[in-house]
């Protein structure tokens, strides 16, 4: 199992992760480091166990945005779904009706041209 080096807040980190994901990781990591940047310079000097709360708290609040706009996403899919199954029946339906008006047409034309040519 691969193991990387990260900085988050001055400090060095070993940590393992899977074959592959050591850039990934390592992106996750300094997006942490500059969560606490940010926090450090917007509070100063206010405790590191503090400042990695706030961050893992802006890192939570972040993600359950992330969450709400997929769900409502997802709930717009399915209503564009929906509204195209009930379109594609609605067109079904007229399809249907206009090939019946066609038939009773033709039998109409039919009826007449039996008239037409049994009178001449």
């Known amino acids: 199992m691969p193991q990387i080096v990260v900085t988050i807040d001055e400090k060095t980190y070993r940590m393992a992760c899977a074959e592959g994901e050591e850039k990934h990781l390592e992106t996750l990591a300094a997006d942490v480091d500059g969560k606490i940047s940010e926090l450090r310079g917007s509070f100063g000097q206010?405790?590191?166990?503090?400042?990695?709360?706030?961050?893992?708290?802006?890192?939570?609040?972040?993600?359950?945005?992330?969450?709400?706009?997929?769900?409502?996403?997802?709930?717009?899919?399915?209503?564009?779904?929906e509204t195209r199954t009930a379109s594609e029946a609605g067109s079904e339906t007229r399809r249907r009706e206009f090939?019946?008006?066609?038939?009773?047409?033709?039998?109409?034309?039919?009826?007449?041209?039996?008239?037409?040519?049994?009178?001449?």
């Open 46 to 81: 206010i405790g590191d166990l503090r400042l990695t709360v706030m961050a893992a708290i802006m890192a939570t609040d972040q993600l359950y945005e992330a969450r709400r706009k997929l769900q409502e996403l997802q709930a717009q899919i399915d209503a564009d779904a």
């Open 99 to 120: 090939a019946e008006s066609l038939d009773e047409t033709a039998a109409a034309l039919e009826r007449i041209t039996a008239k037409l040519t049994a009178g001449a």
